[in-house]
């Protein structure tokens, strides 16, 4: 019987199914570039034993590993957790429509602010004495 401590203890997919989503979006687009593990290990400045750790859904990824394996794999930010569903299990908008909603947002400002100029323009100026 092996030792309790010796026991590499993963996640079941129940449990955590945005580790296991994140781990299958980590194997397509590693396998589409045709990267081994070693490989994109390398160009992401991480263990290979940490890629395959994620790979399987055994590890939880943070935002900073996240950020070098997408630079590693030549991916925009957030592309990972965008292709694991991360954003819509948690109820949060994707970075994407994020963006969106900010370029409606910064229209909207500009062309209030377009509109507030010309009502200034259009007003006489009053001499003060």
């Known amino acids: ?24 979006a980590l194997r397509v ?14 160009r992401s400045t991480l263990t290979q034993t940490r890629v395959s750790r994620l790979e399987r859904g055994a590890g939880t990824p943070n935002i900073e590993e ?5 630079d590693g794999l030549q991916l925009p930010r957030g592309s990972l957790l965008v292709d694991s569903g991360y954003y ?5 908008q ?19 602010t377009d509109r507030i100029e010309r009502q200034r323009e259009s007003q006489p100026v009053t001499p003060t004495s």
Do not use: H, N, W
């Open 94 to 112: 994707r970075p994407g429509d994020v963006l969106t909603r900010l370029d409606t947002v910064e229209g909207l400002l500009t062309s209030l």
């Open 29 to 42: 687009r590693r396998a589409e570039r045709g990267f081994s593990q070693k490989l994109l290990a390398e």
């Open 66 to 70: 996240c950020a070098r394996i997408e």
């Open 88 to 92: 819509e299990s948690r109820g949060r």
């Open 1 to 24: 019987m092996p030792r309790m401590d010796a026991i590499d203890v993963e996640a079941t997919e129940s449990d955590t199914p945005t580790y296991f989503e994140f781990a299958r």
